[in-house]
């Protein structure tokens, strides 16, 4: 199994959920408003009134052969939109849960 | 539906597509359904390119100016609203320090570039008025003759009289369809828009039509692939077989896009600009479906899907196979991006002639010889076509030499005109300094100059404002206290940043005893509401915002019976509606109703005609008398569980005690609460033992006793199911204490009112009033996406009222008097009038106060309404109050009126900073005021709060005014006199366009001219430099925004008192009103004694 973790900006997010949503993904986690430092420069986490503009991070597990589509999909939006992905090997009790029927 | 078959393309390919597509919708704005128009940036997705790059992209997309016409500029030459001087610092990036003698007299750069837009030397037309004498007609011949002569000048080649033509490129970005339209002379583009039109206008339509297109669960793609294939336009436009072809079809859209990117050789490389430039031909339908695609929570999504690749793939279907039809019939071969490039490459003289002649630009003898051909048995010998094109680029080159030549003396005569010097003294000007003008003449063509006249024109507005600023807080300066010693105002009033406010403000402030202050119009507190009897909840925060607090309006208790009678009535009427849409629809309904009913509905028709004012006042009176309106209050409180469930309980025994009673005939002791909760917790299952006490109570036998219990769950709810639904609704709404007191603790710190409450504190939301007015959401509050924002001031005022959250609020250094009372109310930005609210909750103590500021507000109104409607009924001169406010109630009231108020036209400027800067000028209702006070902010946290947000919106109120005022028919939605609303989502233009976006021209223009003066938006932040600069650094968002001209910034230092613009260059420069002669004016102004208009340092003190 195979953990793929996605920064990406606010108003990207949606695409995100639904490039895994297509992809057979069973589930993620979705942590808003992070902070930190890319090639960007750094990202300011919470804002008050703006939910767009800053980062979110997207977890999910799924299996290896899975990882081919996500990262097809989201090669070209990290060519113009910042945002970074990490895909490591991950173990997960339950495995069942993790595999679309 | 298809067979399975082997997949054509993989998972990965799939998706790769899907970002493709998404990247390519990027350029595309969204565009929100009319209902709640969101004001937005047409251009938002070319905000990452400069503002200029932005706009030329903009041209090359949709074909949108992003300019005045020149001659708009220099019409605030005449008026004196850009002064020459201006322009020339306007051009200094330009200007090359060299000169040149012309006619005896020398000429600088900067003041041939000057005289080029100014004067419009090199714009196209020959000047009627000055070719037509015959004096004037013999130096032309003589220039021309000198011109033509063999020694030098010789007119400047780069003298661009038609757009270069890309024959001989290939089409790397353009679609395939386009080429066709502009080589072969084919419509493509135009049926594929109309196809397009009428399936997205059938397929997203939320209700408004009668007949409803077929299979729309299925999705946009397959719903249109089931129809399309009895669709007989297909042959008409020329596709054979298409009802085969469209079965064959994958099932996937993003197969089917695939398909067809692939069917037409479009490199992947080229896939997002070739995409892009598909979705800019229609920006309107794309920009909803783009929107729609992202609301999972929209209900017409939910059942009827669509997004993006579902549209390209219907729409690239069209394009290949129109395509292929037309390729093969006018040149024989297949329409395929690799064939054509070969066509362009090897017969480019070719390719030329056929653009030249589908444009209409050649000669009569080729244009006969181009016809001949196309008739002819040789019209795919490729050869004969470049042969001819050969024939046809010599007698244009010769052509464009005369008219180059033409060209340039006709610049230099105007030039010598403009400069008063003798034309008959043009020719001895020496040859290099005649090709040097030329050049720099030709090199800044009038389509150059929309970029430098936008600086001058801002230059100048900037000079203006910030001098009167400059001016009005040195005046304040003279005569105010110190603000900690300030006693306590009568009352303190909070109304939207909204430029329409500072109007209202003005008048309020000038009564004497207010403090006003500026807050986004959504105070702080974003809610999903549901206002009484609506179905459905609305997001009333900025769109930037997902709301995480839902808030109803319920009847006020005291108002039981009532409720339940507009309850009843709303059914009835909802019933009525649907009952008179359905006979109106209806094939033959119409005939009989219209005998039947139609004398009824010419009352309204006559009285909302004739005497709009009179009709509506009496419908309004038959409708309170027939239905008294309604108190209601907001679910503000989070119930806590406990409490939810004893308040369910208690709804069921209610309901329990009214069956049992009438159905078993118990009542009195009998009816005990016991026997009650008994019958519902058995109801439930929450109790497994019957000892028979309910039977026997009720004289039922145990089959029957159980048919009752059932009868409970099914249709009354009395079900764990029914309690759970019911709980849910019932605690997801409202906020619980803690938040309220932090929503609270945010406005009141973001516009800085921490101390000195008055006695009475007024949330003044705002919004608009028209009748058939499909845009009257872009009148109301854009910090409420598009709704009125009364829900947000009452949630506000309500929770600043509670004790618990002022005992919070001082814990945390905010001491709210007890004395202090919150108020909500609503400024009607049509008729200037203000409703206050929830008066039930103002203690007795403030009856006084209450009256007096009700009073104030109505006075404040009527000379607001004096003010706006001098701007807008600029005719009548009465100058009577009363006049004018019946005037503004009318447009309100009349459903034939196109404009009902100016909106938010003109708006220029936004000022983040105390009132004390502002109070004393009069911004003629063209600024956003967001208060903020920098000493109570050392974090920043607050300015960045400001900054990132309200600052945000109101830059996309700004560029929305801004280009649908510089291209009202790209960029805006043209006249509303033509507009039909189309689905409930938006209007067309005529029966078929696509979906208009922006504003419309009567918002924008005042007949012919532009009433909003299209500037970006200024920012005027009181704050220290360096912590507005560490905001920017920090968000990706404002460097945007700020270091590629999308607005300008401009910092009043607290320190030094002085206004710096910034720069993302050199950081700050110092701000001067001349912005000219900066050494000369910063030495002025150490001497503090020059004039402000030839250039004072603008510098203030609190």
């Not at chain 2, 714009?123 to 004096?135: V, Y």
């Not at chain 2, 109120?957 to 006249?975: A, K, L, P, R």
């Amino acid at each position: 199994m195979k953990e793929i973790k996605i920064v990406v900006q606010g108003d990207q997010l949606k695409f995100v959920t639904d490039l895994l949503d297509r992809t057979g993904a069973t589930g993620y986690t979705i942590i808003n408003n992070v902070s930190g430092k890319g090639h960007h420069g750094y990202h300011e986490g919470h804002l008050l009134f703006n939910d767009m503009s800053s980062q979110v991070v997207v977890f999910t597990v799924v299996p290896e052969v899975k990882v081919e589509p996500i990262l097809a999909g989201l090669g070209p939006l990290f060519t113009r939109h910042s945002g970074a992905m990490f895909v490591t090997d991950v173990a997960v009790s339950r495995r069942e849960r993790f595999v679309a029927k | 539906m298809t067979q399975p078959r082997p997949e054509k393309f993989t998972e990965a390919q799939r998706m790769e597509l899907r970002s493709y597509v998404q990247l390519a919708g990027n350029a595309i704005a969204q565009y929100w359904p009319m209902r709640t128009f969101i004001h937005h940036n047409p251009l938002h997705g070319l905000e990452s390119l400069s503002f200029e790059q932005a706009v030329q992209q903009g041209r090359e997309l949709f074909g949108g100016r992003g300019y005045l016409g020149n001659d708009e500029y220099r019409r605030h030459i005449q008026s004196g609203r850009i002064t020459e001087q201006d322009v020339r610092h306007a051009l200094e990036p330009l200007v090359l320090d060299k000169q040149v003698s012309f006619a005896g007299r020398s000429l600088r750069h900067v003041d041939v570039l000057a005289a080029s837009m100014i004067q419009g030397v090199t714009d196209g037309e020959p000047d009627a008025t000055h070719q037509g004498a015959p004096e004037d007609a013999a130096v032309a011949q003589r220039v021309h003759s000198w011109l033509e002569s063999p020694t030098p000048p010789g007119p400047s080649e780069s003298i661009a009289l038609s757009p270069p033509s890309n024959a001989g490129e290939p089409p790397a970005q353009d679609p395939l369809s386009k080429w066709c339209d502009r080589t072969l002379g084919t419509t493509i583009v135009d049926t594929i828009n109309r196809e397009m039109v009428k399936w997205c206008s059938a397929f997203l339509d939320e209700g408004e039509t009668s007949w409803a297109m077929p299979h729309r669960e299925q999705t946009f793609y397959r719903a249109w692939k089931m129809l399309a294939q009895h669709d007989l336009t297909f042959r008409l436009n020329g596709i054979r077989g298409a009802a085969a072809i469209i079965r064959s079809l994958s099932d996937r859209s993003e197969d089917a896009v695939l398909d067809s990117l692939t069917g037409m050789g479009i490199p992947k490389e080229a896939w997002e600009p070739y995409l892009t430039r598909h979705f800019a031909a229609l920006p309107g339908w794309t920009g909803y479906i783009k929107w729609r695609a992202q609301q999972p929570g929209h209900p017409w999504q939910q059942i009827f899907r669509v997004d993006l690749v579902k549209y390209l793939a219907v729409r690239l279907f069209y394009e290949r196979h129109l395509v292929e039809a037309a390729c093969r019939s006018h040149l024989g071969f297949a329409g395929h991006a690799d064939a054509i490039k070969t066509y362009m490459v090897r017969h480019p003289d070719a390719c030329r002639l056929r653009q030249a002649s589908a444009a209409g630009q050649v000669t009569n003898a080729i244009g006969a010889e181009v016809r001949r051909l196309l008739h002819s048995n040789d019209r795919h010998n490729h050869e004969i076509w470049q042969e001819l094109g050969r024939r046809h680029d010599s007698i244009q080159r010769e052509r464009e030499a005369v008219a180059r030549t033409q060209a340039a003396a006709r610049w230099l005569i105007r030039l010598a005109r403009i400069l008063a010097v003798d034309q008959s003294a043009i020719d001895s000007t020496a040859p290099s300094d005649a090709a040097i003008l030329l050049g720099w003449l030709a090199s800044f063509p009038p389509s150059q100059h929309g970029p430098v006249w936008l600086k001058a024109f801002e230059t100048a507005y900037r000079r203006q404002i910030l001098d009167e600023l400059a001016s009005g807080s040195l005046a304040a300066e003279t005569d105010t206290q110190d603000e900690a010693h300030a006693s306590r105002p009568l009352s303190q009033v909070v109304f939207c940043i909204d430029v329409r406010s500072e109007v209202f403000r003005r008048h309020l402030e000038h009564l004497g005893g207010y403090e006003t202050l500026g807050l986004a119009g959504f105070f702080g507190v974003p809610v999903d509401y549901r206002s009484f009897n609506a179905g459905h909840a609305v997001a009333h925060c900025p769109v930037l915002l997902k709301p995480k607090n839902h808030v109803r309006e319920i009847p006020r208790s005291y108002h039981g019976a009532l409720a339940e009678r507009h309850k009843t009535a709303a059914q009835v009427t909802e019933a009525a509606h649907t009952l008179l849409h359905d006979l109106k629809e209806n094939v033959a309904t119409p005939y009989v109703m219209v005998e039947a009913l139609g004398w009824f509905f010419s009352v309204p028709l006559f009285g909302r005609t004739l005497l709009p004012r009179w009709y509506h006042s009496a419908w309004k009176r038959l409708k309170n008398w027939l239905l008294p309106p309604i108190a209601t209050t907001l679910t503000v409180d989070k119930i806590t569980r406990t409490e939810a469930e004893d308040m369910v309980a208690a709804e069921q025994q209610a309901v329990i005690r009214e069956l049992v009673r009438h159905r078993f005939g118990l009542s009195g002791a009998a009816l005990s609460p016991t026997l009650l909760e008994t019958i519902r917790r058995r109801a439930i299952g929450q109790t497994e033992e019957n000892n028979g006490d309910v039977a026997k109570s009720l004289n039922l036998t145990p089959e029957t006793e159980q048919a009752f219990y059932e009868e409970l769950r099914e249709e009354h709810r009395i079900s764990p199911r029914g309690i759970s639904a019911r709980l849910e609704r019932i605690t997801q709404t409202g906020f619980a204490v803690t938040e309220q007191a932090y929503f609270v603790e945010a406005a009141l710190r973001l516009m800085g009112l921490t101390s000195n409450f008055a006695r009475l504190v007024l949330f003044c939301a705002h919004g608009s009033t028209s009748q058939n007015n499909p845009f009257e959401s872009a009148l109301d509050c854009g910090a409420c996406g598009g709704n009125h924002g009364l829900p947000n001031a009452r949630a506000m005022a309500a929770m600043a009222n509670r004790p618990a959250v002022r005992d919070l609020l001082q814990g945390r250094g905010i001491t709210i008097p007890n004395d202090t009372q919150f108020l909500a109310a609503e400024h009607d930005t049509t008729t200037d009038r203000v409703s206050v609210v929830d008066l039930e909750d103002v203690p007795a103590t403030h009856r006084k106060d209450l009256q007096r500021l009700l009073a104030d507000l109505d006075r404040a109104g009527i000379q607001t309404s004096l003010e706006r409607s001098r701007l807008l009924e600029p005719h009548m001169e009465s100058g009577e109050p009363s006049t004018a406010r019946r005037a503004l109630v009318r447009r309100s009231e009349d459903w034939a009126e196109v404009r009902p108020e100016w909106g938010l036209s003109k708006n220029s400027v936004i000022i983040i900073g105390r009132r004390t800067l502002t109070q004393r000028v009069n911004l003629r209702g063209r600024s956003f005021l967001h208060s903020y006070d920098h000493r109570q902010d050392s974090s920043g946290k607050l300015l960045e709060t400001i900054m990132t947000a309200p600052l945000v919106v109101a830059q996309w109120i700004n560029m929305e005014h801004y280009f649908s005022t510089v291209d009202n028919e790209v960029y805006g939605s043209g006249s509303k006199v033509y507009h039909n609303v189309v689905g409930r989502v938006g209007v067309m233009t005529g029966v078929s366009s696509d979906l208009r976006i922006g504003l419309p021209a009567q918002t924008v223009f005042n007949g012919a001219l532009p009433y909003h003066e299209p500037v970006r938006l200024l920012a005027v932040i009181e704050a220290p430099r360096p912590r507005i600069r560490d905001i920017i650094n920090r968000h990706p968002l404002l460097e945007q925004l700020f270091n590629l001209g999308w607005m300008t910034l401009v910092a009043l230092d607290p320190q030094d008192k002085r206004f710096y613009r910034y720069d993302p260059a050199t950081e700050w420069k110092p701000e001067h009103s001349g912005g000219l002669d900066h050494d000369r004016i910063a030495a002025a102004s150490d001497e503090g004694d020059q004039d402000r208009r030839t250039g004072r340092s603008t510098e203030i003190r609190h």
